[in-house]
T-cell receptor, first 117, second 114 residues
Framework: DVKVTQSSRYLVKRTGEKVFLECVQD?????MFWYRQDPGLGLRLIYF???????EKGDIPEGYSVSREKKERFSLILESASTNQTSMYLC????????????????FGSGTRLTVV | DQQVKQNSPSLSVQEGRISILNCDYT??????FLWYKKYPAEGPTFLIS?????DKNEDGRFTVFLNKSAKHLSLHIVPSQPGDSAVYFC?????????????FGKGTKLSVKP
């Protein structure tokens, strides 16, 4: 089974801190994604990456950046954390050779609940 | 503009009865539709999917129906069980110009009461 691991389940950070959220997948997937989930707003795409060194903005990239130095690792960076970035952050991966047909599309990590105080 | 809409934020159903979760979409170019299930403090997990060229897909207690003319799909759970209580996300994707970005609805919270 594909495994997507997010390094922290819960984080509490102070306003203005630089925050790193790490995500690692073990199935050599090309595509990786960062979402945030908020009540009433569903899943919103922050950034995604199709390959090493590649990154593209999603729907809500402001206040975030990403890094993909290795294929298996996709990091989300909050340059200066703010209280409105308190949320559940979800990482996902997708293998191109698998695609979406007949399988479950994205594989998600367990999420990181970030609280910015 | 929301391309995938789940207009019911919540749904409550008695155990053993049918749960019907609805999803509407606006982009007629979507090729595939998926349903994900999410428990609190966990990531979403895949439930069932359907290609745009089909109108029904069934997997055990879960059936997804697609009505392309109405741009509507629904997830039926029969019979509903308390363990089905979760948030359900509808998602869709268009392959044209895309490399795999799912567009999600806002979710429907299902509560199945014993």
């Amino acid at each position: 089974d594909v495994k997507v691991t997010q390094s922290s389940r819960y984080l509490v950070k102070r306003t203005g801190e630089k925050v790193f959220l790490e995500c690692v997948q073990d199935m050599d997937h090309e595509n990786m994604f960062w979402y945030r989930q908020d009540p009433g707003l569903g899943l919103r795409l922050i950034y995604f990456s199709y390959d090493v060194k590649m990154k593209e903005k999603g729907d809500i990239p402001e206040g975030y950046s990403v890094s993909r130095e290795k294929k298996e690792r996709f990091s989300l960076i909050l340059e200066s954390a703010s209280t409105n970035q308190t949320s559940m952050y979800l990482c996902a991966s997708l293998g191109l050779s698998t695609g979406l047909s007949g399988v479950g599309g994205y594989t998600f990590g367990s999420g990181t609940r970030l609280t910015v105080v | 503009d929301q391309q995938v809409k789940q207009n019911s934020p919540s749904l409550s159903v008695q155990e053993g009865r049918i749960s019907i979760l609805n999803c509407d979409y606006t982009n007629s170019m979507f090729d595939y539709f998926l349903w994900y299930k999410k428990y609190p403090a966990e990531g979403p997990t895949f439930l069932i999917s359907i290609s745009s060229i089909k109108d029904k897909n069934e997997d055990g207690r879960f059936t997804v129906f697609l009505n392309k003319s109405a741009k509507h799909l629904s997830l039926h759970i029969v019979p509903s069980q308390p363990g089905d209580s979760a948030v359900y996300f509808c998602a869709a994707i268009s392959y044209g110009g895309s490399q795999g970005n799912l567009i999600f609805g806002k979710g429907t919270k299902l509560s199945v009461k014993p």
